[in-house]
C-alpha cells in the first residue's frame, strides 16, 4: 500500500510503502525481481538495501534504491503504524524506494 513521499533533497523524492507481507517475503521478492542480492544494513531490526543507480554527491543527497525494514522484530510488538487522517493502519513491513535522477 502507498503511503506516503518526501522529498529527500532538491529533485529526489522518497515513496513510502507499506505491507503486512513478511520482511523476508519481501526481501526475497526483490531479489529476485532486480535479480541482485543487495545488503543487509542491520539484523535487529532488520534492513536490507538495494542500490539502484549511481549516488553523485554534487547532485544527490540520498543514494538511489530500494530500503525494506522490519517493524515486527520482537521489540516492535505492534508494527508501523501509518496515520491518514483519523484512520490508523499498521504494517509489518515497510518498503522505501528512492529512484535514481534522470
Do not use: C
Amino acid at each position: 500500500m502507498f503511503l506516503e513521499t518526501f522529498e529527500v533533497g532538491p529533485g529526489q523524492r522518497l515513496f513510502a510503502f507499506g505491507t503486512n507481507d513478511t520482511y523476508l517475503d519481501v526481501v526475497q521478492f526483490y531479489k529476485t525481481q532486480l535479480k541482485k542480492s543487495g545488503e543487509e544494513l542491520s539484523k535487529m531490526p532488520a534492513i536490507y538495501q538495494f542500490e539502484r543507480g549511481t549516488f553523485d554527491s554534487g547532485t544527490m543527497t540520498q543514494r538511489p534504491g530500494i530500503v525494506v525494514k522490519d517493524y515486527a522484530w520482537p521489540a516492535v510488538t505492534d508494527a508501523y503504524l501509518h496515520v491518514s487522517g483519523t484512520t490508523g493502519t499498521r504494517y509489518r513491513t515497510v518498503i522505501q524506494v528512492i529512484p535514481a535522477l534522470k
